[in-house]
């Protein structure tokens, strides 16, 4: 059974930086695309940034420049480095992972996700 398992959020000040680490357990063979979600208060779920498995990356403009996505393909894991936080990225982080599965004749992808952790940036 897949689970992912996330580590990193808290509190911090305005301007400080945070790490999200998320580990990919169970019996998997390959991971496509990772990456981060958020959600704040009132909002929809939001992208914030993604990572292919040869190492490609995307982020949402508002992180760009402050947020930095990698993984280790070896250990099944995916972090964020968020740096320069401000208020408006408080939101509850949830990591994923698109995992090939066979599904009959077919290969799908299946969008697995952590539990989520809560970032607050405040004073």
């Known amino acids: 059974q897949v689970q992912l398992v996330e580590s990193g959020g808290g509190l911090v000040q305005p301007g400080g930086s945070l790490r999200l680490s998320c580990a990919v357990t169970?019996?998997?063979?390959?991971?496509?695309?990772m990456g981060w979600y958020r959600q704040a208060p009132g909002k929809e779920r939001e992208l914030v940034a993604a990572?292919?498995?040869?190492?490609?990356?995307n982020y949402a403009d508002s992180v760009k420049g402050r947020f930095t996505i990698s993984r280790d393909n070896a250990k099944k894991t995916v972090s964020v480095h968020m740096s320069s936080l401000k208020p408006e990225d408080t939101a509850v982080y949830y990591c994923?992972?698109?995992?090939?599965?066979?599904?009959?004749?077919?290969?799908?992808?299946?969008?697995?996700w952590g539990q989520g952790t809560q970032v607050t940036v405040s004073s």
């Open positions: 994923y992972s698109d995992i090939p599965e066979p599904r009959g004749a077919k290969i799908l992808r299946v969008k697995y």
């Open positions: 169970g019996s998997i063979f390959n991971i496509n695309d």
């Open positions: 990572i292919t498995s040869d190492g490609s990356t």
